[in-house]
């Protein structure tokens, strides 16, 4: 009985690491909330009753986790958040329920996050404006839809975003919403900007200096907006602000397989691939980010930082 207990819960973990490195699991949000879920389910049915061997398990469990995807700090954060007080609990019940606890506050502050986004966010776009969207993030499509059904007859052009084409994903969900949507493909996107009023993007990552880590491509719409002065707003939850960056940690930005981007055969073997999956969008690029404790600018990121972490960024590994 034991040993098919811990093979169900290395299970929850394997499916959750390979949902997300393989791109079944999108979003930052998404991926933090599977991670905080697959905790959840490791502390839920974990077989032992050992405090210690509980705690260098969970540990193991969060690590493996991580993996998956190093760049989303929502991952770090939701992962984190789950394990609150477990080094603190005196009995492993404590522990145990404090993971189950955490991972399922965690999960619901989020989706209460993405709608209270999407409440502020909308405020922003004005009956009549032009919208530009990158990638697929349900926080921006929130703050779009919510701004449809406030009744503002808006357009939006949603970009391919390759080579995982997650545009496709972008436009069935902003049709779904009744939104006025074109695709265009990411090389388009500075010949359409002179149309666009205002861009909508979502977060990766958030540093200290209020520079943004998002899909690659990200950077080169800001620019574009910048040059065309459409402004440009990053919708995030506050849990993908990276602290540890407040200390000189780098974002590690991840490289994905060529097989993304060019099939076996079809370039000489001594022709290099980049694929990077997140690009950098200086803060310069950016005038608003919005969240769910309401819209700063990206110089205000540091302070809020300080104030959400405060003594315990010290800890942080």
């Known amino acids: 009985m034991v040993r098919f207990r811990l093979q169900v819960v290395n299970d929850i973990?394997?499916?959750?690491?390979?949902?997300?490195?393989?791109?079944?699991?999108?979003?930052?949000?998404?991926?933090?909330?599977?991670?905080?879920?697959?905790?959840v389910g490791f502390a839920d049915g974990y077989a032992g009753r050992d405090l210690?061997?509980?705690?260098?398990?969970?540990?193991?469990?969060?690590?493996?986790?991580?993996?998956?995807?190093?760049?989303?700090?929502?991952?770090w954060n939701g992962v984190h958040y789950s394990m609150r007080g477990v080094d603190s609990a005196e009995t492993f019940e404590a522990a145990r329920d404090l993971v189950v606890d955490n991972g399922k506050e965690f999960c619901v502050n989020s989706e209460q996050a993405v709608a209270k986004i999407a409440k502020i966010?909308?405020?922003r776009?004005?009956?009549?404006?032009?919208?530009?969207?990158?990638?697929?993030?349900?926080?921006?499509?929130?703050?779009?839809?919510?701004?449809?059904?406030?009744?503002?007859d808006i357009k939006?052009?949603?970009?391919?975003?390759?080579?995982?084409?997650?545009?496709?994903?972008?436009?069935?969900?902003?049709?779904k919403a009744g939104v006025d949507t074109t695709l265009i493909i990411d090389s388009a996107v500075r010949s359409v900007m002179s149309r666009v009023d205002r861009v909508f993007v979502g977060a990766d990552t958030i540093t200290s200096s209020g520079?943004?880590?998002?899909?690659?491509?990200?950077?080169?719409?800001?620019?574009?907006a910048s040059e065309a002065r459409a402004e440009v707003n990053v919708c995030s939850e506050t849990y993908k602000f990276s602290p540890k960056?407040?200390?000189?940690?780098?974002?590690?930005?991840?490289?994905?397989?060529?097989?993304?981007v060019v099939k076996p055969g079809e370039i000489p073997e001594d022709v290099a691939v980049f694929n990077p999956v997140f690009d950098t969008t200086p803060a310069k690029y950016i005038d608003n980010i919005i969240t769910e404790i309401g819209?700063?600018?990206?110089?205000?990121?540091?302070?809020?930082?300080?104030?959400?972490?405060g003594e315990s960024i010290f800890d942080l590994e």
């Open 13 to 39: 973990i394997r499916t959750t690491v390979s949902d997300i490195k393989d791109m079944r699991i999108r979003g930052a949000g998404r991926i933090a909330r599977a991670g905080a879920t697959a905790l």
């Open 52 to 75: 210690e061997q509980f705690r260098k398990d969970l540990r193991v469990a969060a690590g493996t986790i991580l993996s998956s995807r190093p760049t989303a700090v929502s991952l």
């Open 121 to 123: 966010g909308a405020k």
């Open 125 to 152: 776009i004005k009956d009549g404006d032009v919208l530009m969207t990158h990638c697929n993030s349900s926080v921006a499509i929130g703050v779009i839809a919510e701004a449809v059904r406030q009744g503002k």
């Open 156 to 175: 939006v052009f949603a970009t391919e975003s390759r080579p995982w084409r997650q545009g496709i994903l972008t436009v069935n969900d902003l049709s």
């Open 211 to 224: 520079s943004l880590i998002n899909k690659i491509g990200t950077s080169q719409v800001a620019m574009a």
């Open 245 to 260: 960056t407040m200390f000189g940690d780098v974002v590690t930005i991840e490289e994905r397989d060529i097989s993304e």
């Open 295 to 309: 819209i700063m600018a990206p110089g205000a990121v540091y302070g809020v930082m300080a104030k959400m972490f």
